[in-house]
């Protein structure tokens, strides 16, 4: 334990470390912070490298075999309305349990909270239904993923300007440290509902589905809703290390509570699986239970320092840089920071080390983290490039999903259900407590509209890693199809392109 304990330490340090050196650099030379506040953020960047440490020691012991089986149990139970109606409730509960969806809906002025939880949370239930359907009846991915977004596109002609990126932005703010594990482990049980040799690959798509889900929902809502004019975000005021610590003193009772409640329904969940149907041994329980208390403070820690400590900071820098420096700079601070920034998102080690497993080595973490890394760093690029610009978020996301559409019919359907999955998981805490709040500063300060401009950075973070992956898979298929056109590479009945052609054939032929 200790030794995976020093090895989970050692990948947060090295994934946190270039982000802290980024904003150092920033503040000796163009963007100077008050020391207080520098302070902050140095003690956050400690605090966050504590808290991935415990959340990925915790999710390898608790979310992941919880959500595995519990969607053991559910196939098992072979009744379908059964299936159907418990994927729904666990979707809404797992959505409802993401502290990033709180932070979201709090930044939104002129509409409830829970009105905007309760269509995002909606959202994630249908769209986990449709991912089991999807699974059970082998309809193919592409498919649904192409009516889904043009649906998406139409939708998005009729919501008012100043929803459409809020809209657009909640899918991607949902898939956080609580949902990805947890998702892609329920993926793995209810993909063993058939148990052939393409169940594994099944497991992958159900976060893309998840983060689509809340976008129609929220679209839909932005037909009756309009957010208003406020402030969004507060840089508290400091002037000694003491308030520092009274800060966080103050705050982190707050996300005890919230990752408390965040947390309960899930375990209550698993309990009553574990009392009706599992029946698990006291020593996976008592496993289960300590990887559990390892993911709660881990979030709770995680997420008092990105809220307390990244978002003024963030918020900060993106003011400061446009006040102080050419505003075209911010276009390369904000990609060199996306590029470092996906590289501490919790739930991103969970991907890849999933996706190097179930690949069998053919993507290496090492190879999707830099391809990740890349992607993030280009959509944040662009997303500056709109604030100083102002045009519209759907000149970048109608045409690159578009892109990724037309990509996933030459892509094995692995590499695209990796892809959409990789972008969802991109866009998590940090993306929505740092990048969002340096969007916000920087669009405050060159006068634009936050809610047209600075929202929707977000899900542009999860689109361009799609597109990235997607290249992977192409690059992939044409070294596999040269190899076996030189016969080095026999073809075999379960080949990738074998699966391919399965996957397009009609379901009563498979």
């Known amino acids: 334990m200790k030794k995976l304990l020093f090895a989970k330490f050692k990948e947060s340090f090295f994934s946190v470390f270039p982000i802290v050196i980024i904003v150092l650099f920033l503040n000796f030379t163009i963007t100077p912070i008050p020391f207080p506040n520098m302070f902050l953020f140095l003690f956050s960047s400690f605090i966050l ?27 098992k139970s072979k009744n379908l309305s059964l299936i159907v109606a418990l994927t729904f409730i666990i979707g809404v509960f797992i959505c409802m349990a993401e502290p990033d969806l709180l932070v979201f809906a709090s930044q939104v002025n002129g509409i409830p909270d829970f009105t905007i939880i309760l269509a995002v949370s909606a959202g994630v239930g249908l ?59 329920l993926g793995i049980g209810l993909a063993s509902v058939r148990g052939d040799k393409t169940s594994e690959e099944d497991s992958f798509g159900l976060v893309a589905f998840c983060l689509l889900g809340p976008i129609l929902t929220m679209l839909i809502l932005g037909l009756f809703f309009q957010p208003t004019s406020g402030n969004v975000l507060s840089v508290p005021d400091l002037f000694s290390l003491r308030q520092v610590f009274h ?67 963030g918020y900060l820098l993106g003011r400061s840089l446009v ?15 996306g590029f470092f920034v996906v590289a501490a998102e919790p739930a991103v080690f969970v991907l890849k080390e999933q996706v190097e497993e179930i690949t069998e080595g053919a993507i290496p973490a090492r190879a999707m983290g830099v391809g990740l890394s890349i992607g993030v760093g280009i959509s944040v690029g662009l997303s500056m490039f709109r604030i100083l610009t102002g045009i519209s978020l759907l000149y970048i996301i ?33 993306a929505a407590t740092y990048m969002l709040p340096f969007a916000i500063g920087a669009c405050e300060a060159v006068g634009g509209n936050i809610f047209t401009a600075a929202f929707g950075v977000v899900v542009s973070v999860a689109l361009f890693p799609v597109l990235i992956i997607q290249c992977f898979g192409l690059a992939y298929r044409f070294k596999a199809r040269q190899l076996e056109e030189e016969n080095i590479l026999p073809m075999t009945e379960d080949s990738i392109f074998s699966y391919e052609d399965k996957e397009n054939q009609p379901a009563n032929q498979k």
Do not use: H
Request: a positive charge; glycine letters at 8%; aromatic letters at 12%.
């Open 247 to 313: 800060l966080y003193w103050a705050n982190l009772p707050v996300f005890c509570q919230q990752v408390a409640v965040a947390l309960l329904p899930m375990i209550l969940f698993f309990v009553i699986f574990q009392l009706v149907a599992l029946r698990l041994r006291r020593k996976t329980l008592l496993k289960i239970v300590v990887g559990s208390i390892y993911t709660y403070w881990g979030l709770v820690l995680f997420l008092t320092c990105v809220n307390v400590g990244f978002m003024p900071t």
């Open 398 to 430: 109608i045409p690159g999903y578009l892109l990724a559409l037309v990509l996933a019919r030459f892509v094995p359907p692995l590499f695209t259900s990796i892809a959409f999955d990789s972008g969802a998981v991109a866009s998590g805490p940090l």
């Open 127 to 185: 769209a986990l239904v449709a991912a089991f359907l999807r699974i059970l009846f082998q309809v193919g991915r592409s498919r649904i993923l192409t009516v889904c977004y043009l649906l998406a596109f139409i939708l998005s002609g009729f919501t008012g300007k100043d929803f459409l990126s809020i809209a657009w932005e909640s899918g991607a703010v949902t898939t956080g440290p609580i949902m990805v594990p947890f998702i892609m482990a």
């Open 49 to 75: 490298i504590l808290s991935i440490t415990l959340f990925n020691l915790g999710v390898d012991l608790s979310l992941m075999p919880m959500g595995e089986y519990i969607g053991s149990a559910l196939v």
């Open 323 to 337: 006040e102080n420096a050419s505003p075209w700079l911010l276009i390369l601070v904000g990609a060199a920071t």
